[in-house]
């Protein structure tokens, strides 16, 4: 057990002594038998330790009575995207660093520490208030799927874009760089995860949540949590299915295939939807939507070339520079040589595009 594992005897011994993992049985020597469920158990305490985990912390994880193998599984999977964008990121600014001092520019103090501080992955939010704007279209139908409801919990709410300003609103959001961005006046707002929100069951009449569920390591355990707090779910999210979304939004079909890999493994939207008993609504972008998410420039293909506008979104971040630059170098010369108005000529004539947005309304 040892050897496939990767660790010591001594650590096994440790942790059955501590009772982390306790093998089922012991052999006439007294050797420790582990069952099936002992292998399971002690994958699960490996993977949270070598993410960082300390062992009291990986006890009450494992120890969770409401969380199930599966349940591990896509929390651990959301932990390792996690560390994996990081990296990502620090890579990204090591060579913005290494490109700056080739051309003898020295960076400040401030901006060496970056590098490697907390702060490195939050500062994909730090362009947000140049382009992540309110569309007031698409907040009519998020208000409206609110009901009659007073108070509203906002899960993931960013800078607030979307919330409603005739009620009574709680924010959560656990980025500190979003958090500060939030203007004065708005709603307060909690530290806090979706998947652990610290409210009593049925504290709001309605929970609502605004493109920020592929941010959650387990977005049904979110989506849960959001149903035990309150007696209506709204949230807005996409359709990441190859017909829904990537298949048919120019960007990630033609110039950007790496963001399949970013949604592998998510949960379906129906599978979402079903976990809450939600419905599903879609929801069309106009053509000069205000808020610059992902889709918002269909008929605008321009604005990805701007550095301020791809720093909102995340996805720019998560599929890492070499990608960015390849995908942004052939958009370009696509619009010079009119090859992309040629592949893309139907679009014109819109005024709004269904590019798998949709609400889920429970």
């Not at 009575?65 to 990296?87: K, S």
């Not at 569920?213 to 989506?223: E, F, K, T």
């Not at 998560?318 to 370009?332: K, M, N, S």
């Amino acid at each position: 057990m040892a050897e496939l594992a990767g660790v010591s005897v001594r650590t096994l011994h440790h942790y059955d002594g501590i009772g982390l993992v306790q093998p089922s049985a012991r052999t006439g020597a007294g050797y420790r038998a582990y069952a099936a469920a002992d292998v399971e158990r002690l994958r699960e305490v490996l993977a949270y330790r070598r993410l960082g985990f300390g062992l009291r912390e990986i006890a009450d994880l494992v120890d969770d009575p409401t969380t199930d193998a599966v349940a591990h599984l896509r929390r651990l999977r959301g932990l390792v995207l996690e560390q994996r964008d990081r990296a990502v990121a620090t890579v990204a600014a090591i060579d913005r660093e290494l490109e700056a001092r080739a051309m003898g520019i020295r960076t400040t103090p401030e901006e060496q520490l970056k590098v490697f501080g907390a702060q490195l992955y939050e500062t994909i939010g730090s362009d947000y208030p140049a382009t992540r704007r309110t569309e007031p279209r698409i907040a009519e139908r998020v208000w409206d799927a609110l009901g009659d409801a007073r108070t509203v919990l906002n899960v993931g709410a960013g800078t607030g874009s979307y919330e409603p300003p005739d009620r009574d609103v709680t924010a959560v959001e656990p980025s500190a760089v979003m958090r500060a961005q939030r203007p004065g006046g708005a709603a307060p707002c909690v530290a806090a995860s979706a998947e652990n929100l610290p409210f009593e069951d049925r504290s709001f009449d309605a929970a609502m949540a605004f493109s920020t569920v592929h941010h959650w390591h387990d977005p049904i355990a979110g989506l849960r949590e959001m149903r035990r707090v309150a007696r209506r779910v709204v949230v807005f999210t996409h359709d990441a299915s190859d017909v829904g979304w990537r298949h048919r939004f120019w960007l990630t079909r033609d110039y950007l295939p790496e963001v399949a890999g970013l949604v592998a493994g998510r949960p379906p939207v129906d599978r979402l939807a079903a976990a809450i008993g939600a419905r599903l609504e879609p929801v069309l972008i106009p053509w000069d939507c205000a808020d610059g998410f992902l889709e918002a420039y269909w008929r605008r293909p321009e604005a990805y070339l701007d550095e301020h506008v791809r720093r909102a979104v995340s996805v720019w971040t998560r599929v890492g520079p070499e990608a960015e630059r390849r995908a942004v170098d052939g958009l370009r010369d696509d619009l010079s040589s009119g090859r992309w108005a040629e592949r893309n000529r139907d679009l014109v004539a819109l005024d709004a595009a269904e590019l798998g947005l949709r609400l889920l309304i429970a």
